[in-house]
């Protein structure tokens, strides 16, 4: 089992969820986070004055799926969240352990279906 941890624009979080549940993920968990890479933020102004905003409003999004599923929920959220300018995000991939159902027990592969 792999965990997908994608850092996303706020505004793609719609078209992310359909492109996973389109190849089969049925799960996700996400949240607000602010952070900055490679644009180091940006400025804005306020009242006439001038203010660097240095951490960005992203969403982050968990996603566990089994090994087989793992290029086709990675490829649906590039395809989604993608615009082709600095800071679009970035995916992280890591090892899961072990998955278990709190409901019934199942554990492994199971657990995720």
Known sequence: MKR???Y?????????????????????????????GRQL????????STYAVNLLPKLKV???????QLEEAVEAIVEASQTGE?????????????????RTGERGDSALR
């Not at 979080?13 to 986070?33: F, H, I, N, P, T």
């Not at 933020?41 to 006439?48: H, I, V």
């Not at 968990?62 to 087989?68: A, M, R």
């Open 4 to 6: 997908i941890e994608a």
């Open 62 to 68: 968990d996603v566990v799926v089994t090994d087989d």
């Open 41 to 48: 933020g940006r400025t804005d102004k306020y009242r006439g």
């Open 8 to 36: 996303i624009r706020v505004n793609k979080l719609e078209e992310v969820k359909l492109a996973l549940e389109e190849v089969g993920v049925r799960g996700m968990s996400c949240e607000q986070v602010r952070g900055y």
């Open 86 to 102: 600095i800071g679009d995000g970035k995916i992280f991939i890591s090892e899961v352990l072990e998955a278990v159902r709190i």
